[in-house]
């Protein structure tokens, strides 16, 4: 089994999926190796490209929260946040400038006001595009959470001040029962104590009759650390940050260059 982070990893900067990339994506298939997204994107932030792809059965979204079908879109599993976690987490983002988001049900949500501001918080065209195409906008994301008052998959906040990223950092950290974690420099991402990618993947590997010797992941930022330590193959990016490179017990080229592909192709297929 091939788990592989999106944004940054399998997907190029531009966030697209390269056809040589796609072609041996297909390959891996045909000889029978189960390929799957794991993200920390909700599952409506999976691309259609990657959710209807040849192949691609499950995904493990959220960071881990949820594993789900990908064509049905059926839960598997899931982890979630109790709402006075939510609840403590939402108040701390809420006292700096920042853009705040709760998922639920593999969907996630966020303040109009904020998302017509994005490029206060988000500079990069691309993920700008995928945050305003994959999110459902509020008029107030307080109310939603009073109002729906259940467990979430994960709360995200992203940062205008890096210093004020830094300081609330401080503070969830402190919170017991939570896991955190960011795959961008400005912000943090929140599950459930014992939530990320690589418990995911070997659940879904148990699953599966497949042993973590047998299962490969690829990831290039902080989310991803765990994913590669856990599994039997872990490859990080060459544009993955330090640590991530630390955890890895193999570095491919960039996401530009079809690092996942290249690593598939010579070690994996050969």
């Not at 298939?29 to 959710?51: F, H, K, N």
């Not at 960071?63 to 609840?87: C, F, H, W």
Request: charged share 30%; hydrophobic share 40%.
């Amino acid at each position: 089994m091939i788990g592989f982070d999106l944004d940054g990893t399998l997907l190029t900067t531009e966030k697209k999926l390269t056809v040589h990339t796609r072609e041996v994506l297909l390959e891996a298939v045909r000889r029978g190796i189960e390929i799957l997204p794991a993200t920390g994107r909700p599952l409506s932030g999976l691309p259609a490209e990657i959710r209807t792809f040849p192949g691609v059965r499950y995904a493990v979204t959220s960071n881990g929260a949820r594993i789900v079908e990908a064509e049905s879109q059926k839960t598997l599993y899931a982890k979630l946040m109790p709402p006075d976690k939510a609840r403590e987490l939402m108040k701390i983002f809420s006292e700096y400038d920042t853009m705040r988001e709760i998922y639920y049900d593999g969907t996630g949500y966020s303040d109009t006001e904020k998302m017509n501001n994005i490029r206060h918080y988000v500079s990069d065209p691309a993920m700008i595009n995928y945050i305003l195409n994959s999110r459902v906008a509020i008029a107030d994301i307080d109310e939603k959470f009073r109002r729906e008052n259940r467990s979430v998959d994960k709360v995200h906040a992203l940062f205008a001040n890096l210093k004020e990223r830094e300081e609330a950092l401080e503070r969830v950290k402190k919170i017991p029962g939570v896991e955190v974690t960011g795959a961008l420099v400005n912000n943090i991402e929140v599950n459930a104590e014992g939530v990320n990618k690589g418990e995911a993947l070997l659940r879904l590997g148990e699953k599966l009759g497949i042993g973590r010797e047998e299962i490969a992941a690829f990831g290039d930022g902080a989310n991803d650390r765990t994913m590669l330590q856990a599994v039997g193959v872990g490859v990080a990016m060459a544009n993955a940050i330090p640590k991530v490179k630390e955890a890895a017990n193999y570095m491919t080229v960039s996401n530009d260059e079809e690092g996942v592909a290249t690593f598939i192709e010579r070690y994996i297929l050969a």
